[in-house]
């Protein structure tokens, strides 16, 4: 595989200008503070609504054959319980110097307060294993209150 991978961001939103092919990332996100409403937080694990995108560039050795891109990501919590994973597999084209992908992810699943790592890996040429290409960390915090309860004095 001579595939390259030159940095992943995790963001809430990206665009490609049509015209110039430039890539705009939007809300790099490295930590989430939540507050969350004490009397209705769930028993058990949260699932933050929120979207996410996993944004990554790579660039491509020998441009002179058809190259494959093998990756899988998952999401790990902090004491180290994979909660999410995903495969792709991706064929580029002879000719092709660079290679961009986004993959959407939406809700975040919340086990614990701490660092989350999101771990990126790929499929070398003749190998078997994948190989870890980066870890990006999501610090969450969690402040718990007691949402002001309404006055029903007549």
């Known amino acids: 595989n001579h ?4 940095w992943t961001v995790l963001c809430q939103k990206s665009s490609i200008d049509n015209e110039t ?6 809300n790099c996100v490295e930590e989430l503070s939540l507050v969350i409403d004490k009397t209705k937080a769930p028993k058990g694990d949260l699932v933050i609504p929120i979207e996410f995108q996993l944004v990554s560039f790579w660039t491509v050795e020998n ?3 058809d190259n494959v891109l093998e990756m899988k990501s998952e999401l790990l919590d902090p004491s180290g319980k994979t909660l999410n994973k995903f495969e792709n597999k991706f064929n580029i084209k002879k000719g092709v110097l660079r290679f961009r992908n986004r993959h959407n992810f939406q809700g975040l699943p919340i086990t614990e307060v701490g660092r989350y790592i999101i771990r990126m890996m790929q499929k070398k040429e003749y190998k078997k294993e994948f190989e870890t290409v980066i870890e990006l960390p999501l610090d969450i915090k969690i402040s718990y209150k007691l949402m002001d309860i309404p006055n029903t004095k007549v």
């Open 63 to 65: 441009p002179s054959k």
């Open 21 to 26: 092919n430039l890539l705009s990332l939007f």
């Open 3 to 6: 595939m390259k991978h030159i």
